[in-house]
Nanobody
């Protein structure tokens, strides 16, 4: 019924930038809070940034001032602009969203498949 698909990951040198995108599709009535999480090998999945429908944002301390989360409600899209990337930002990045569908009568929390971000020289 509902699907999240990330794109934009890749290999970048320290100090470089990447922009991640996440597209929500399906019988969507409304996408509520959305977020980006990341998981490095051997570590738990942690919140990077989140954004409400009205675009209130929160960030992990480790990315404040370097990453910017944004969304396009008309297109059901989520973005993460990542600047001044560091090797410790290397991880699989996942999109997450709370979605109301089937006319708003049903609700679920969904994850994308993840996109790899590698920061290395």
């Amino acid at each position: 019924q509902v699907q999240l698909v990330e794109s934009g990951g890749g290999l970048v040198q320290p100090g470089g930038s990447l922009r991640l995108s996440c597209a929500a599709s399906g019988s969507i009535f409304r996408v509520s809070t959305m977020g980006w999480y990341r998981q490095a090998p051997g570590k738990q999945r942690d919140l990077v940034a989140s954004i409400t429908f009205s675009s209130s944002t929160t960030y992990a301390d480790s990315v404040k001032g370097r990453f910017t989360i944004s969304r396009d409600n008309a297109k059901n899209m989520l973005y993460l602009q990542m600047n001044s990337l560091k090797p410790e930002d290397t991880a699989v990045y996942y999109c997450n969203a709370d979605i109301y569908y089937q006319g708003g009568y049903r609700h679920g929390n969904y994850w994308g498949q993840g996109t790899q971000v590698t920061v290395s020289s």
